[in-house]
């Protein structure tokens, strides 16, 4: 039907609570913090990466894991510029992808029944309910 919009929803695990929404920005390549956030603008600046310096203010930020050592936490003090994501759905995390979250105050969702990365794409509108690990996919 001509018009209609296609609507997807992942079960994932609640890392940290709250609602948001707003466009998807996907990363279907590992993201790098140590010295590769500019937090001031709000991008990755990790040369030869997909999402070089393509901003992530206010997008739901999809991406498959970080990769690195302890720098991902850098993705965390965009908070203090306001050029966070509106959320953060990954395929695997650790500990420093918590910290980063908890950092931004940005619900977070992970563990989903399928491979968000594979499933949203950037352009895509995101519902994020970080409370009960859903998130609803309006494809573009």
């Known amino acids: 039907m001509a018009g ?10 609640k890392v940290i609570g709250g609602i948001a929404e707003g466009e998807a920005l996907v990363s279907k390549t590992a993201l790098m913090g140590w010295g590769n956030v500019n937090v001031k603008g709000g991008f ?3 040369r030869n ?3 070089y310096e393509v901003p992530f203010k206010g997008k739901v930020l999809v991406f498959t894991e970080p990769r690195g050592s302890g720098g ?7 908070r203090q510029f306001g050029t ?5 759905l990954y395929r695997k995390g650790n500990n420093l992808t918590v910290f980063a979250a908890m950092n931004m105050k940005v619900p977070t969702v992970t563990d989903f029944d399928q491979d968000p990365t594979a499933v949203i ?16 996919v309006f494809k573009k």
């Open 4 to 13: 209609e919009t296609k609507k997807i929803i992942l079960k994932g695990r």
């Open 44 to 46: 990755t600046v990790e």
């Open 49 to 51: 990466h997909p999402l």
């Open 72 to 78: 991902f936490a850098g993705y965390g003090r965009t």
């Open 121 to 136: 794409e950037t352009g895509d509108y995101v519902r994020v309910d970080g409370d009960n690990g859903i998130v609803e």
């Open 84 to 88: 966070n994501p509106a959320a953060f």
